[in-house]
């Protein structure tokens, strides 16, 4: 593993020393501010991004090559981040907050306000943000229309529960059971060329409608996959009316985890136990008095982390669906887990499909 984060470091050397020679001679695309949905309450949020340039993307369809798109895929994974950047959030009430990006060129801003912006679209607050200073290394670029809107999800007070969802063999197929079909499926294709699992969508809507009818139930997208990958995911799921939320992925490295992983998990699964679970940790204390639905796949992690979160916060878990990916070696590691979490008065539920979720969840009373 000392290998690993010696060429992780070096590797992040290069590609600064690179962004930044690259800057100081006007041979960078012109720079641009990624925002991400994001979460909070009328009384605290947060605001994440990315400035980087801009990678010169061009719109997607249906029918493109898959080398075109691994060519897509190689300009967002070979991004120019720009590191020590000054940006500013303005909310209506007239305050304003002060952020720099990190050595990946990420932003993350607590927020505090006075008075919520007016939503955009329901559920949704939008929150103007744009660049003050350029590191010296970029004082050509122009700041001119270097600006964009971040969205921020603050539940209704009518929700009757929160829905954590994983998204990888669980909202569309990734295989990631097979590292090299996993690798195909993620380079190759985009987001038009993907398709979700049959009944998902509609599954979803159900649950977002909940029990009143009204979608006030809010989403939240918790993922091991790269935040490079962001743009991809948003528009799959608006290309199939999926309910939007907060993508909540990770940073794309190599070495040894940043955090901490749990005993008796190692390599990739750590990562992927670690991030998940401390996201989903965040989610629910955000949210104290509201509880949640969760819902993964029996291909990685998803039945342990979902019975860890149980474990730290009794009570607040109504149901678990996991995806049944068609592994025998997998499903039989989820079986003891239902067993346990039905002792203790949590279903959770092996499906080989969205249409056996929804008669559940129906019979719980969680949708109509």
């Given amino acids: 593993m000392k290998l690993l984060d010696a060429l992780s470091t070096l590797t992040e050397w290069y590609d600064h020393f690179m962004t930044r020679y690259l800057g100081s001679r006007g041979h960078l695309n012109r720079l641009r501010i990624e925002t991400y949905r994001s979460y909070g309450t009328a009384a605290k949020f947060y605001v994440k ?12 369809t249906a029918t493109d090559s898959g080398w075109r798109n691994f060519r897509s895929m190689w300009r967002r994974f070979n991004s120019r981040e720009i590191a020590d950047a000054d940006l500013v959030a303005e909310l209506p009430d007239g305050h304003q907050h002060l952020v720099s990006t990190d050595d990946e060129g990420y932003f ?14 329901y559920l949704w607050y939008p929150v103007p943000v744009r660049t003050l200073r350029l590191p010296a ?3 050509t670029a122009s700041l001119a229309g270097l600006s964009a809107d971040a969205r921020v999800l603050v539940p209704p007070p009518g929700a009757e529960f929160g829905i954590i969802s994983d998204l990888d063999d669980t909202v569309f197929e990734t295989r990631a059971t097979n590292i090299l079909k996993m690798l195909a499926r993620t380079l190759l294709t985009n987001a038009h060329s ?9 599954f979803y809507r159900q649950l977002q409608r ?15 996959s790269p935040w490079n990958l962001y743009d991809v995911l948003d528009e799959f799921m608006g290309l199939h009316d999926i309910p939007p939320g ?9 070495g040894t985890p940043r955090t901490t992983p749990p005993p008796g998990i190692t390599g990739s699964a750590a990562i992927h136990f670690a991030h998940k679970l401390h ?10 008095h509201l509880p949640f639905v969760l819902c993964g796949d029996s291909g990685q992690e998803d039945a342990r982390i979902y019975r860890e979160v149980v474990r730290r916060h009794p009570g607040r878990i109504r149901a678990i669906y996991i995806r049944d990916v068609q592994v025998p070696e997998r499903a039989l590691l989820v079986g003891p887990i239902i067993a346990e979490l039905n002792a ?3 279903p959770m539920v092996l499906v080989n499909d969205y249409a056996t979720a929804a008669a559940h969840a129906a019979g719980l009373g969680l949708v109509a």
């Fill in 246 to 254: 907060p993508l909540l992925l990770r940073d794309f490295t190599i």
């Fill in 108 to 121: 993350t801003l607590i927020i505090e306000p006075h008075a919520l912006p007016a939503p955009e679209a």
């Fill in 344 to 346: 203790e008065q949590v």
């Fill in 194 to 202: 993907r398709q979700p699992f049959v009944g998902v969508a509609e």
């Fill in 210 to 224: 909940g029990h009143t009818g009204r979608p006030d139930n809010p989403f939240f997208y918790v993922s091991s």
């Fill in 49 to 60: 991004g990315r400035l980087l340039a801009d990678p010169g993307l061009v719109a997607a």
């Fill in 137 to 139: 290394a970029f004082a």
């Fill in 279 to 288: 996201e989903i940790d965040d989610i629910l204390t955000t949210y104290p």
